[in-house]
C-alpha cells in the first residue's frame, strides 16, 4: 500500500436509530481508518449500515440517528480534530465541502428539477463567503473537466440525462477541492455506459487532485475491485473484513466475503472455481441483531463461541482485519 498516513479514523462508534419503540443498531461498534491518496470501496447487502457510516464519517447525524457512542477524527492541518465532540451544524461550516463532502445516496434525483445548476453554486458561494462570480467560473472549468459542456450549468436539471445529472452533482460537490469525498451508490442508476464514465471520472479527479481521498459506497464489488485499493465488507452494522482489494478478491477471509464474492457472477477464474453459491438465509434485523456474531445464523463455520461472543475486528495478517473465531485463538 502507498501512503500509510491516517486522513481519517472512528473508534468504537455505536449509531443507532432511536425510534420511539426501538432502537436500530444500524452502526455498532465499528473502528476505521481511511488513510490519504487511498480509494476505499465499502460493500455489503441492503440494510447493511452503509449509509448510516457514511453519515458518521461526515459527522451527518440527525434525529432519530444517534452517535450513542464512540469517536471520529478528522486530521486537519497535520492534527487529529475530534469531530464527534462537535454539533452536526459546526462541522457541517467549518468542514463540509472543504474538507468532507458526500454525495448521498439518489442525490442526482434530489436536485430540484425548477433550479438551474448555477443556482447550487451560488448557494456555496454563499454559505462560504466565497465571491459568486469566482466559484461560478471555477464551475465552468470543472464542468469541462468532467466532460459536460459549462452551458448546462444555465439549464435545468431534468434536462439532463441521468449520466450527464451524476456528473454535474460530483462537480459541484468537489467544487471546493474536498480532502476526503465520500459517495454513496452512485453508479447504481447508471447504464453500463454511464457507469464507466462516471467511474473515469472520479479517478481522474483523484489523480489531478481534486479531491485525496474517497470513500466508494457500492453494491457492486466488480467495480470496487476496479477502482479501490482496499475494501471494507459490513455484515448488520459490523465491519466483518478490511483488506487490500487483490488480498480479499484472491482470498477473502471471513465466511460472509466468501458468500459474497461466491454469489458475484465473475469472470474471474480464480473466483468462478470455487463455484456460485448464495449464502442461505437473510440479513438480520437491526433491532434484534443475534446473539454473539451475527452471522452465525448463516454461517456453516459457526462454532459455539460464535453463538456466545462478539468476534473482535483484528488483524491476522499484515494489513488484514477479520472478526471471525475461525481466524482467533480464543476458538479453542
Ligand atoms: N431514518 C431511519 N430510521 C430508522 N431506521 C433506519 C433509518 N435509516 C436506516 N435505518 C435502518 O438502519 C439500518 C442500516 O441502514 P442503511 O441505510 O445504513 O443501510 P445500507 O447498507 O446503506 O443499505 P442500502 O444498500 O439499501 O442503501 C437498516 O436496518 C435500516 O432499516
Ligand atoms: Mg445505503
Same mark, same amino acid.
Given at each position: 500500500?502507498?501512503?500509510?498516513?491516517i486522513l481519517?479514523?472512528?473508534?468504537?462508534?455505536?449509531?443507532?436509530?432511536k425510534?420511539?419503540?426501538?432502537?436500530?443498531k444500524?452502526?455498532?461498534?465499528v473502528?476505521l481508518?481511511?488513510? #490519504?491518496?487511498e480509494?476505499?470501496?465499502?460493500?455489503?447487502e441492503?440494510?447493511?449500515?452503509?449509509?448510516?457510516? +457514511?453519515?458518521?464519517?461526515?459527522?451527518?447525524?440527525?434525529?432519530?440517528?444517534?452517535l450513542?457512542e464512540?469517536k471520529v477524527?478528522?486530521?486537519?492541518?497535520?492534527?487529529f480534530?475530534?469531530?464527534?465532540s462537535?454539533?452536526?451544524?459546526?462541522?457541517?461550516?467549518?468542514?463540509?465541502?472543504?474538507?468532507?463532502?458526500?454525495?448521498?445516496?439518489?442525490?442526482?434525483?434530489?436536485?430540484?428539477?425548477?433550479?438551474?445548476?448555477?443556482k447550487?453554486?451560488?448557494? =456555496?458561494?454563499q +454559505?462560504?463567503?466565497?465571491d459568486?462570480n469566482e466559484?461560478?467560473?471555477?464551475?465552468?472549468?470543472?464542468?469541462?473537466?468532467?466532460?459536460?459542456?459549462p452551458?448546462?450549468?444555465?439549464?435545468?436539471?431534468?434536462?439532463?440525462s441521468?449520466?450527464m445529472?451524476?456528473?454535474?452533482?460530483?462537480?459541484?460537490?468537489?467544487?471546493?477541492?474536498?480532502?476526503?469525498?465520500?459517495?454513496?451508490?452512485?453508479?447504481?442508476?447508471?447504464?453500463?455506459?454511464?457507469q464507466?464514465?462516471? =467511474?473515469?471520472?472520479?479517478?481522474?479527479?483523484?489523480?489531478?487532485?481534486?479531491?485525496?481521498?474517497?470513500?466508494?459506497?457500492?453494491?457492486?464489488?466488480?467495480?470496487?475491485?476496479?477502482?479501490?485499493?482496499?475494501?471494507?465488507?459490513?455484515?448488520?452494522?459490523k465491519?466483518? #473484513?478490511?483488506?487490500?482489494? #487483490?488480498?480479499?478478491?484472491?482470498k477473502?477471509?471471513? /465466511?460472509?466475503?466468501?458468500? =459474497?464474492?461466491?454469489s458475484?457472477?465473475t469472470?474471474?477464474?480464480?473466483?468462478?472455481?470455487?463455484?456460485?453459491?448464495?449464502i /442461505?438465509?437473510? /440479513?438480520?434485523?437491526?433491532?434484534?441483531?443475534?446473539?454473539?456474531?451475527?452471522?452465525h445464523p448463516?454461517? +456453516?463455520?459457526?462454532?459455539?463461541?460464535?453463538?456466545?461472543?462478539?468476534?473482535?475486528?483484528?488483524?491476522i495478517e499484515?494489513?488484514?482485519?477479520?472478526?471471525?473465531?475461525l481466524y482467533?485463538?480464543?476458538?479453542?
Open positions: 500500500m502507498k501512503n500509510r498516513e481519517f479514523k472512528m473508534e468504537n462508534v455505536k449509531a443507532y436509530y425510534l420511539e419503540e426501538v432502537t436500530v444500524a452502526v455498532d461498534d473502528s481508518e481511511i488513510f #490519504e491518496d480509494v476505499i470501496g465499502i460493500v455489503g441492503s440494510g447493511s449500515g452503509k449509509t448510516t457510516l +457514511s453519515n458518521v464519517i461526515s459527522m451527518n447525524i440527525m434525529k432519530p440517528l444517534t450513542v464512540g477524527f478528522l486530521k486537519i492541518n497535520g492534527e480534530e475530534e469531530i464527534s462537535m454539533s452536526r451544524e459546526e462541522v457541517k461550516k467549518k468542514f463540509w465541502g472543504k474538507e468532507i463532502t458526500i454525495v448521498p445516496q439518489a442525490a442526482m434525483n434530489a436536485l430540484m428539477p425548477t433550479i438551474k445548476m448555477s447550487y453554486i451560488e448557494h =456555496l458561494a +454559505s462560504h463567503g466565497i459568486k466559484l461560478l467560473s471555477k464551475a465552468e472549468k470543472r464542468f469541462e473537466e468532467v466532460g459536460l459542456d452551458l448546462w450549468l444555465k439549464r435545468y436539471p431534468f434536462e439532463l441521468g449520466g445529472k451524476q456528473r454535474a452533482v460530483i462537480a459541484i460537490a468537489t467544487i471546493l477541492n474536498p480532502v476526503l469525498l465520500i459517495v454513496d451508490e452512485p453508479t447504481s442508476a447508471l447504464d453500463v455506459v454511464n464507466k464514465i462516471f =467511474l473515469k471520472v472520479l479517478m481522474q479527479m483523484k489523480k489531478m487532485g481534486i479531491v485525496k481521498s474517497i470513500v466508494f459506497i457500492t453494491h457492486d464489488i466488480a467495480t470496487v475491485r476496479q477502482i479501490a485499493d482496499r475494501m471494507v465488507v459490513m455484515y448488520a452494522g465491519i466483518a #473484513e478490511i483488506s487490500p482489494i #487483490e488480498e480479499i478478491v484472491q477473502p477471509l471471513h /465466511p460472509y466475503t466468501q458468500g =459474497l464474492l461466491n458475484v457472477l469472470p474471474e477464474p480464480e473466483i468462478r472455481k470455487r463455484g456460485i453459491t448464495t /442461505p438465509g437473510a /440479513p438480520p434485523n437491526l433491532v434484534n441483531p443475534p446473539s454473539g456474531c451475527r452471522f448463516r454461517c +456453516s463455520y459457526a462454532m459455539d463461541i460464535c453463538k456466545e461472543k462478539v468476534p473482535p475486528l483484528k488483524e499484515k494489513n488484514r482485519k477479520v472478526a471471525c473465531f482467533m485463538e480464543e476458538r479453542k
